[in-house]
């Protein structure tokens, strides 16, 4: 019998708070990892393979997909909330910065449109920019449509890094680290403050949800405001270069958020001490790659993260039982989310009935 609201809020508050849980928190995201292919109404333009502009992305056009999500979605019995959030096949931070996209059949891609470091000076959020106008429309829409039923959130937004490594090329990225380090600083406080005035401009335009707010992406309910950050192309960074450079942005892009959530790969883990020292950090999410380390390989990560006090959210891709024995015999069962995509319902449903079928 699937749960009620009022029992999935007690199950998400009890993921918060570190009270005793059932089992680990379960959400479950439906569909393949080419997220942009999930939209119906974005396949033409990725099929194309051409730049793809703002004025060609009509959000009304969109919304019978969200639909269709959400209530394939309650089909499931877990303990998700569904969340809306503009297209995630999108790279909204970098086009509203400055890039352009371009549609390459299965996902949207940027390409660098500045030749040199020293021509991103100055970098600034501009409200105008209409890929920012396509941001708020998307959400003003979405939060017409619930009418109540699910939240509107994030997408993925890419972290500092990736900005401006999509905006002059990850080489030249990680180069400036070292040539031109007080322009770095710059440009990374510059997306810093843009995703922040991003955020602040949607929850301006949206509304709270059975008393709290959402996750973008990983389906999970808080109950005050939440900002989620990601810095993907940290992996070029050193350590040392990851204090100097993004401790401080990390902090702020945060600040004044009572949830919070950093999405984290393997290929980053050499700078998980420096994030769980983030004291306003709520929750580190542990990606579970297609290709790359198991479950049972993070196991060291994953206990750092819960012996810090922070939430752990591990997933966000196919999770095998094996995962989940894992879990089971080596990690606290208080704290911690499991976050699994899922091709279908069904396939969903198999793993959470072999969850339910253990003592946890």
Not at 35 to 48: K, N, Q
Not at 180 to 187: G, R
Not at 188 to 197: C, G, L, M, N, S
Request: hydrophobic content about 40%; overall charge negative.
């Amino acid at each position: 019998m699937p749960l009620s609201i009022d029992e999935k809020i007690k199950r998400n508050l009890d993921f918060w708070q570190g009270n005793h849980q059932e089992r680990p928190l379960m959400i479950a995201r439906l569909g393949g990892v080419f997220f942009s292919r999930a939209f119906e109404a974005l396949i033409p333009l990725l099929e194309r393979r051409t730049e793809i502009r703002p004025e060609e992305i009509v959000v009304d056009d969109f919304l019978p997909d969200y639909e269709r999500m959400y209530q394939e979605l309650e089909t499931v019995n877990h303990d998700a909330f569904f969340v809306a959030e503009p297209c995630t096949g999108l790279p909204w931070m970098e086009c509203i910065m400055g890039a352009k996209a371009y549609g390459e059949n299965v996902s949207v891609v940027t390409k660098p449109v500045y030749s040199d470091l020293e021509d991103l000076k100055g970098l600034t959020l501009d409200k105008n920019n209409p890929w920012y106008q396509k941001y708020l429309e998307f959400s003003k829409k979405l939060t017409d449509l619930s009418q109540g039923r699910f939240a509107v959130g994030q997408p993925i937004l890419r972290g500092v890094t990736d900005t401006i490594g999509a905006l002059a090329g990850q080489v030249e990225m990680a180069c400036g680290l070292i040539d031109e380090p007080e322009l770095m600083q710059e440009l990374f406080h510059a997306v810093t403050d843009a995703q922040r005035e991003l955020i602040a401009g949607q929850y301006a335009v949206t509304k709270a949800c059975h008393g709290g707010y959402g996750i973008g992406f990983y389906h999970i309910w808080t109950p005050d405001r939440v900002m989620w950050y990601q810095e993907d192309l940290a992996a070029l960074m050193s350590p040392d270069h990851y204090g100097e450079y993004l401790f401080d942005t990390s902090k702020c892009v945060i600040e004044g958020y009572p949830y919070s959530l950093v999405h984290l790969h393997s290929a980053s883990f050499m700078h998980l001490e420096q994030m769980l020292q983030i004291a306003d950090l709520k929750a580190v999410q542990i990606n579970r790659d297609v290709v790359g380390l198991s479950v049972r390989e993070m196991l060291p990560q994953c206990k750092m993260v819960l012996d810090s006090g922070k939430r752990l959210v591990l997933g966000m891709g196919p999770i095998v039982k094996d995962d989940i024995d894992a879990i089971y015999d080596n990690l606290p069962h208080h704290g911690n989310a499991i976050n699994m995509i899922a091709e279908t319902a069904d396939e969903a449903e198999e793993i959470l009935e072999y969850v339910d079928s253990k003592e946890w």
